[in-house]
């Protein structure tokens, strides 16, 4: 074969494998097995873009978050909460408490003077005097206080209310009239016969007329509590609602403090054991 022909022959021989490599690889691209290079690594995103597929986002902490985030949230430190309500009246409480004792313990300790020449109007003033000067007397300013729901006649005049009464913790309605009005009574918290016989002797009217009309040591009570206490000190009477005699108690020594009376044996020692207790 001459040098020719044989190339000839090879030139023919390229052409049909090239030929043959195109089309298969045509009958291969219309099957999907190959893809151009635009399709064969689409581009990943994190969330599709457009109206048809909107992105949802969870908030911190929300419903919908993961139990990983949750246990983070849940093992961080959290800040130290605000004092409530309740932890600081109980805060007051004890703070109370502790002054009575401490008052308790600076009153005199001896036994009672007898009670002879005790007369209440003579030693006390007329129940009851306006000795805060405000227009109304004394009774009035502490029902006013000391009920609910109360109406008036004029500024002073209470005429009806609802008692909730400290010493036994009964409801009463108040309504005034001749055979009503007693169903609440105004409770000296130190009895002046009591206040007579521990020191009061030794004030002067004005001081025995301000103890005999002094806010803290009035309240509003119901009549059988009132009757029974009649002129009893801490040792002998306590209001049968237990959860009021710690405020009983505070309320007595404050004002045996305040008006320099003393205390009997007997009483210091039933003061402060219920002030051991608050």
């Not at 313990?105 to 009851?128: C, E, I, N, S």
């Not at 009035?140 to 109360?150: E, H, M, T, Y």
Request: aromatic content about 4%.
């Amino acid at each position: 074969m001459t040098s020719r022909r044989r190339r000839t022959r090879t030139s023919l021989t390229s052409v049909l494998v090239v030929l043959a490599l195109a089309v298969g690889g045509y009958a291969l691209h219309t099957a999907g097995i190959i893809a151009p290079d635009a399709e064969a690594a689409p581009a990943t995103t994190s969330a599709r873009t457009g109206t048809d597929a909107p992105t949802i986002e969870t908030e911190p902490g929300a419903p919908g978050t993961t139990g990983a985030s949750r246990t983070d949230a849940t093992s961080a430190p959290s800040a130290p909460s605000a004092p409530t309500a309740t932890s600081a009246t109980s805060a007051t409480d004890a703070a109370t408490a502790a002054t009575a004792r401490a008052e308790l313990a600076a009153l005199p300790v001896k036994g009672k003077a007898p009670a002879t020449g005790y007369d209440r109007v003579g030693d006390f003033g007329t129940a009851w005097l306006d000795v805060d000067r405000n227009g109304c007397d004394t009774r009035n300013d502490v029902l006013a206080r000391d009920l609910s729901a109360i109406t008036r006649q004029g500024p002073c005049r209470v005429l009806t209310g609802t008692l909730v009464s400290p010493y036994t913790g009964a409801t009463i309605g108040f309504v005034r009239g001749e055979t009503t009005s007693t169903l609440v009574q105004i409770d000296h918290v130190v009895a002046l016969e009591n206040a007579w016989r521990t020191g009061a002797q030794q004030l002067s009217q004005r001081e025995r007329e301000s103890l005999a009309n002094d806010p803290a040591n009035l309240f509003a009570v119901d009549q059988h509590s009132n009757a029974q206490k009649r002129s009893g000190d801490a040792a002998t009477w306590l209001p049968a609602d237990k959860s009021f005699r710690c405020t009983y108690i505070e309320h007595q020594v404050a004002v045996k403090t305040k008006y320099r009376l003393w205390v009997a044996p007997a009483e210091h020692d039933a003061m402060a054991r219920i002030l051991r207790t608050c």
